[in-house]
Each structure stands twice: as C-alpha cells, then as structure tokens.
C-alpha cells in the first residue's frame, strides 16, 4: 500500500475506535460505582465476522474482553449474568467459566440467572455467587456421551464398496464406512477424551456449588432436576421469575455495595469499548496492533469454498508479516483438518509468518489432523482442556460404486491411457498396484507430518511417532504429551502474544480481526449495543 494510502486508512482507523470509545463513554452512568450486566447467548459463537450483523450475537471473544473489562474496572462490584444456555461447546464453557472466575477472583459479586442448565451452562453458571432459575426451570445434568454411525451394512445393501487406506492405527475418520461399530482403538480413544472432560466439569461445579465431587457425580447420575429439586440438591439458590429478576437484583446490589441496581448498570460490552485504544495517538502514530486470524472449518486448496481456503490464507498472513504495525498474531484454530498438500502449504507460511513476529496458536474447539498440523507451526500451542487435538496421521480413498451402478441399470464403459488412469474412477475398485501406490503416498504424507510437528514442537521424530498414529487427545492430556505447550483460550493466548512482542501489559494495542469485519456492518453492532 503507498504512503498516503495507508495514512489515510490510518488516520480513518483510529478516528472509527475514538468514535466508538467515545459513544460508548458518553452511554456510562455517572456514578462513581455501578454494576454491570451481560448475556451469555447460544450458542456463542467463536468467528464473529459471520455473525456480527445479526441481532443478539456476541462472538466468544467480545464475551471475554467484556469480562476482563468488568474484572478491571475498580467502579464496577459486581455483574449480573443471564445464561442463555449451552455456550456450544465444552472448550468454550472451560474458558467462559475461567473468565468468570477471574471477575470474581477480583472481588466482584457474581449473580447468575437462566431458564434453565444443562451440564455446560451449569459449569458455567455456577460460578456465580448466587444462581437464579424460575420455579418451572429445570437443569438436566446429563453425563456425557458420544455416538458413532456406521454405514457398513447400508452401503453393502447399496453394492457400495468403500476402499479406504489409512496410516495411523487410530486414524478413526473413515470407520463410519468401513465397520458395523466402534473399534477397539476409537473405543478406547474416546473413552479416555469423555472421561477427561467429565472429570473437568465434575470439579468445576463441586467448586462453584460448594459440593464434594462424588456428590456432583450423583447428582449427574439423577440427571433430570425440576427447580425445586435443583434447589433441595445445591445446583442452583433459588427460584426467580423473570418479572421480579431485577428486583431481587436491586436487593443483591443493595446488600453488596449500597446501590440500586436498575439505575446504575451498564452493558459490559459497553464497558470493554469505552476502554479501547484512542485519542490523537492512534489518529497520527497508531497504537501496536495484534493480528487475531481465525482458521475455522475444514482445510483445502485455492481460493473458494467454505472453511480455510489454502491460498486465500496464505496471503492474508504474507500481508500481516509485511504490515510493520502488527507485533504478533493470535492464530485461532478450529479445524477437523483435511487435504494434506494444503495443510503442509499453511503450515509452511505460519513458519514464514513467525520470522518476522510471533504467533501463538489458540486451539478452540476441535484442531485436530491438519488443525493440528498447523497449530504446530506456532511459537507456542494453546488449548483448553476439553479442546480435541492430535489425530497424527493420514487417510485416502474412494467409493467403489461399480455394484450400485449394476443394480440401477447404469452401464460405464471407459477408454484409458496410463497403468493408472482409473486410480480415482468410481466405477471400479482399486488394483492392488494402484492400491500399494496409495499407500506409499500415505506413508510419505505420514512422515512429512510426524517431521512438520517434531520441527515445530522441537521434538525428536521418534517422540512425536509415540502419540500420533492418528490418536486424538483431549487439550489435558496433549499437554502431558507436549503436543501443546498450555492450557488457555483466547486472552491467554493474547497475553502471552503481548509479551512475546515486547508490549507492557496496561499497553494500549488495536486488535485485528482476519478475516475483516466491514466497517459498516461493526458500526451497526455497536449501535444497537447503545440503543436505548
């Protein structure tokens, strides 16, 4: 971008975050002391640039900034929270409820209401000092369960042949295909990532609820509680409609800090935009910025299509590393993984990425497979808990749809070139050459993997084969395998970027948002946070 191009977007940047700190001030009570209000929506979704137009959405992320501004803002003591219900994923309750604590690790009251709790908005929830439910809510405490489908016997009815070949003894993704159940392995894998997880959640609400944990387990057990009875078990306080909620706020209030609730409240949203980076500074100098780059969806070639588009990605990271206002990227990751050229191609430019600044991977709900294979390119891995990641290892294939061609009357006649001209044909199996062929590129692919993470991680080639075989971990026990390097969400990661690039701690910085979120639809958001 030429001189007087980027000066004018600069310029322009930091004129849109003064108007927006400054509409956001000016929403402020005037009160020296006032609490704050929030909604956890569901699901809570992690890319906000799909969703920022809607009404009623609110990305994971501006959830969090707007708890860390509750935390921090010494007027506020305290917040009200109303769970909307299940945030949409385990990683994403370990972090809210981690966020959660943290304001009231600050001093702050916590005072929580729902219609009703599963077992994620319980974990939630029950951080609060005080949990509201109606009288006709319920909290449906289930354990945990996973299912797999398998279309085996389906796809033989049909005369569909899948030929599939895999490198990695627990590489379970074409199993649906291939088995009539669960394998040994897969059996084994998710066993272990569902009682991680359960145990997390366990500890998470005895603490919250001042329960022992083999009570929390008990309750679970029961699983099905109507208010009374949630009430009688501990899971919740107390029972309250929504028509006397702020009421019984205003007394919460009152008890804590001697203020009416309903008179001196403000969106923690507001909040956090009120203590955004502005003034003559950012119009003239810019403040440092923090690339925050989401990789969501599955992994391919090219430019189109859903999920992450390999060259598309590829440039807008050779754009951040040229960009001298961005000191570090946050790479945020949530991917099941797939196509194996393309991942090696991003792999390739996040290392490229790190020679000019640093980049830590936030691992979100699922960065497994090429997910991974990515995320290991980083400075440095972070995952919740609960994340699944790992799933090293490699699968190709095809359906053979010669039978199901027969049997509706379908004739295919073909006229080849080449040993090999069939390889991907529907219309016939593999030969046992071409078989062998696939395999040796899987393996190839394999060791290209295991090598790209022993790279990234510093580990030795031998180290990193132990774990993989395409075996799935939960962020826990990555850990305890150094396939990650923490665990955290998104303002771990930020903070660990901050320091990585040298950025005090109370340093005003810009975060970027990639893919962009159009102006006119960011100032849209902001204006229906302020509407009265």
């Not at 004018?8 to 005037?30: D, F, I, K, N, T």
């Not at 939630?124 to 509201?132: E, G, K, P, Q, T």
């Not at 993984?337 to 709900?365: C, F, H, N, T």
Request: net charge positive; proline share 5%.
């Amino acid at each position: 971008m030429d001189p007087p191009r980027e000066t004018v977007r600069r310029v322009g940047s930091g004129l849109a975050r003064w108007v927006r700190r400054g509409l956001a001030r000016r929403s402020l009570p005037r009160a020296e002391r006032f609490w704050a209000t929030l909604e956890l929506p569901s699901p809570v979704v992690d890319v906000p640039l799909r969703h920022w137009g809607r009404d009623g959405i609110t990305s994971l992320l501006g959830l969090l900034e707007a708890l860390e501004a509750v935390a921090e803002d010494p007027r506020v003591p305290g917040l009200a929270l109303r769970v909307g219900g299940p945030p949409g994923g385990l990683a994403k309750a370990l972090t809210l409820r981690r966020a959660l604590d943290a304001v009231r690790a600050r001093g702050k009251r916590v005072v929580a209401w729902a219609e009703s709790l599963d077992l994620e908005s319980l974990y939630v929830a029950s951080s609060a000092d005080r949990l509201w439910i109606p009288e006709t809510g319920r909290v449906v405490a289930l354990g945990l369960r996973a299912d797999g489908f398998y279309l085996r016997d389906l796809l033989a009815r049909i005369d569909v042949k899948p030929e599939v070949v895999r490198v990695g003894t627990h590489k379970s993704a074409a199993e649906m295909l291939t088995n009539d159940r669960m394998s040994d392995a897969q059996r084994e894998q998710l066993e272990a990532i569902l009682g991680d997880t359960f145990d997390v959640l366990v500890e998470g609400i005895a603490a919250g609820r001042g329960l022992d944990p083999t009570a929390v387990r008990e309750r679970i057990d029961r699983g099905l509680f109507g208010a009374p009875a949630a009430r009688e078990a501990g899971l919740v306080d107390d029972l309250v409609y929504r028509d006397v909620l702020e009421e019984r706020l205003e007394r919460e209030a009152a008890r804590e800090s001697a203020l009416p609730f309903a008179a001196e409240c403000v969106d923690a949203r507001v909040l956090a935009s009120a203590r955004d980076a502005g003034g003559a500074r950012a119009w003239i100098a810019g403040p440092p910025r923090i690339a925050y780059v989401f990789a969501s969806g599955a992994i391919g070639r090219g430019r189109g299509g859903r999920g992450i588009a390999s060259r598309v990605f590829e440039e807008r990271l050779g754009r951040i590393a040229e960009d001298r206002r961005v000191r570090g990227v946050v790479l945020r990751i949530d991917s099941p993984g797939g196509d194996a050229l393309a991942s090696d191609l991003l792999w390739r430019a996040v290392r490229v990425l790190r020679r000019e600044k640093p980049v830590i991977a936030s691992l979100a709900e699922v960065a497994a497979s090429g997910g991974y294979y990515l995320a290991s390119a980083a400075d440095r891995v972070l995952a919740e808990a609960a994340t699944i990641t790992g799933s090293i290892g490699v699968i190709g294939g095809k359906l053979d749809l010669s039978g199901l061609y027969r049997r509706l009357g379908v004739g295919v006649d073909a006229v080849e070139v080449g040993d090999r001209a069939g390889l991907h044909s529907s219309a016939r199996g593999f030969t046992a050459a071409e078989r062998e062929a696939v395999g040796g590129e899987m393996r190839e692919l394999y060791a290209t993997f295991l090598a790209r993470v022993a790279e990234g991680r510093g580990l030795a080639v031998d180290a990193v084969e132990r774990v993989a075989e395409g075996r799935v971990f939960t962020g826990r026990r990555a850990l305890a395998h150094g396939l990650v390097d923490a665990l955290g969400g998104p303002l771990e990661a930020l903070r660990e970027v901050r320091q990585r690039a040298g950025l005090r701690a109370t340093e005003p910085v810009v975060l970027d948002l990639h893919p962009r979120l159009p102006r006119f639809a960011a100032l849209r958001a902001l204006s229906r946070w302020l509407s009265p």
